[in-house]
Antibody
Framework: QVQLVQSGSELRKPGASVKVSCKAS????????INWVRQAPGQGLEWMGW????????TYAQGFAGRFVFSLDTSISTTYLQINGLKAEDTAVYYC???????????????WGQGALVTVSS | QSVLTQPPSVSAAPGQKVTISCSGS????????VSWYQQLPGTAPKLLIY???ERPSGIPDRFSGSTSGTSATLGITGLQTGDEADYYC???????????FGGGTKLTVL
């Protein structure tokens, strides 16, 4: 079945970096985009952007350009989210989710990975 | 502040019906398709409705979606205690060129 499996929880100090992975299975990896969605503790869902799995081209939502980097390794059907210069406010669960590509008017996210908790604390 | 506006909470008794609203604008709901997600406590979101009113395989017909102008509505009939969750609407915003979500609605089944 179509599935996204993410890497585990991470604890980092402020200023450090973290790399979260999202491995796809059950479908042709390059047929669908991978999106990243952030959920801060007790808060709602926030779309961070997406990566085109055909071209590797990332698109970042406002507020996520700069310290956030999307990348992929098509040979192992895996997408990565790297966050540099971590801040306390980056503490959140980060989800990956597939969608059609390119994104547009008819857009939905399914399935989702199980989420990866990133905690930033000194 | 979310681009799409949802009520923070709704509640109803088991067996009853509830609706959850999602208000947007012409740059999002007014001209793009809406999806709905259910997030049970401690789990990842799950797609409930796509293309405004379509249900993925495995989603019971107790769940329905509709749109009118710049608003969307999720309906749930025959409420069960297992439906207690947070519900989010989502769509594409053409002005922002971005995916957007509502702030989420917590459903309590009394």
């Amino acid at each position: 079945q179509v599935q996204l499996v993410q890497s585990g929880s991470e604890l980092r100090k402020p200023g450090a970096s973290v790399k979260v992975s999202c491995k796809a299975s059950g479908y042709t990896f390059t047929n669908y985009a991978i999106n990243w969605v952030r959920q801060a503790p007790g808060q709602g869902l926030e779309w961070m952007g997406w990566i085109n799995t055909n071209t590797g081209n990332p698109t970042y939502a406002q507020g996520f350009a700069g310290r956030f980097v999307f990348s992929l390794d098509t040979s192992i059907s895996t997408t990565y989210l790297q966050i540099n210069g971590l801040k306390a406010e980056d503490t959140a669960v980060y989800y990956c989710a597939t969608s059609k590509q390119p994104l547009g008017a008819r857009n939905w996210f399914d399935p989702w990975g199980q989420g990866a908790l990133v905690t930033v604390s000194s | 502040q979310s681009v799409l506006t949802q009520p923070p909470s709704v509640s109803a008794a088991p067996g009853q019906k509830v609706t959850i609203s999602c208000s947007g604008s012409s740059s999002n709901i007014g001209n793009n398709y809406v999806s709905w997600y259910q997030q049970l406590p401690g789990t990842a979101p799950k797609l409930l409705i796509y293309d405004n009113n379509e249900r993925p395989s495995g989603i019971p017909d107790r769940f329905s979606g509709s749109t009118s102008g710049t608003s969307a509505t999720l309906g749930i009939t025959g409420l069960q205690t297992g439906d207690e969750a947070d519900y989010y609407c989502g769509t594409w915003d053409s002005s922002l060129s971005a995916g957007v979500f509502g702030g989420g609605t917590k459903l309590t089944v009394l």
